[in-house]
């Protein structure tokens, strides 16, 4: 497939280093981290404005730790996915932190919603196909 | 539109860096640009959460795949094929439904 030539080869790279892991565990990381966000800048009232009390936040704090994490991972997936794919895979957000949102945060989701959900869930899976293909043939 | 260009112009710093930074100082200095235009990014959006529920909030990101697609053709060559444009516009019209939800 065209715009997929970096994959290397799977020979000498470690299971944990696999793009689509590394992808997913940056999604998981990366909706955390809004979650923990939004608690955080909650947790000031809502007109309240940011301030230097915003960093006293343990919820902020987390939420930094996870973005690194969802960094590091993204950047290893970087290295070997064409950043047109990567980014778009990365969608998997999209369904992750309204259903985060719903969970931890008490926030509800319309039908419509949730159309908007299946949408994004079927593009993404579109997307992975090419991908795990490419992994399969090398 | 301003948070997510800045988000578009650090993973063009990032993916440049991990594929082209083989020169010693070119892979930090590439990282450390697309850190600090995340970073302005960041702070955009922390305003914005501080005003809106975030499940609304959120899918308005949406908008960043057509900046990203542009980004990509531009600066780093890469090809849009069938598959992918298939799966954005999924994607594209999915952001669209949770936004107006």
């Known amino acids: 497939m065209p715009g997929l030539p970096e994959v290397p080869p799977p020979s000498g790279r470690r299971w ?3 793009p689509l892991l590394l992808i997913g565990v940056s999604v998981v990381m990366s909706s955390a981290s809004q979650i923990l966000f939004k608690r955080a800048t909650t947790a000031m009232g809502q007109n309240g404005a940011i301030g230097p009390g915003l960093f006293a936040s343990g919820a902020l704090w987390a939420g930094i730790v996870a973005t690194l994490i969802s960094l590091v991972t993204w950047l290893n997936a970087l290295r070997s996915v064409p950043l047109i794919l990567a980014f778009n895979l ?5 369904v992750v932190v309204p259903l985060g949102c719903w969970a931890f945060l008490g926030e509800g989701i319309p039908p419509v919603r949730w159309i908007g959900i299946a949408c994004v869930t079927l593009g993404v899976t579109i997307m992975a196909r090419p991908l795990s293909r490419l992994e399969e043939r090398l | 539109m301003l948070s997510e260009s800045c988000t578009i112009a650090g993973q063009v710093f990032f993916k440049r860096a991990m594929v082209d930074g083989r020169a010693a100082w070119k892979r930090p200095a590439g990282i450390a640009a697309g ?5 302005a990014g960041f702070f955009l959006w922390l305003g914005l959460l501080h005003q809106y529920e975030l499940s609304y909030l959120y899918p308005f990101e949406g908008c960043d795949r057509i900046i990203l697609v542009a980004a990509c053709t531009v600066f780093l060559k890469e090809r849009l094929t069938r598959e992918l444009t298939l799966g954005m516009l999924l994607i594209v019209a999915g952001t669209v439904l949770v936004s107006v939800s």
């Open chain 1, 90 to 94: 990365s969608a998997a957000t999209y």
């Open chain 2, 35 to 39: 850190i600090v235009a995340m970073t």
């Open chain 1, 16 to 18: 944990f280093l696999h």
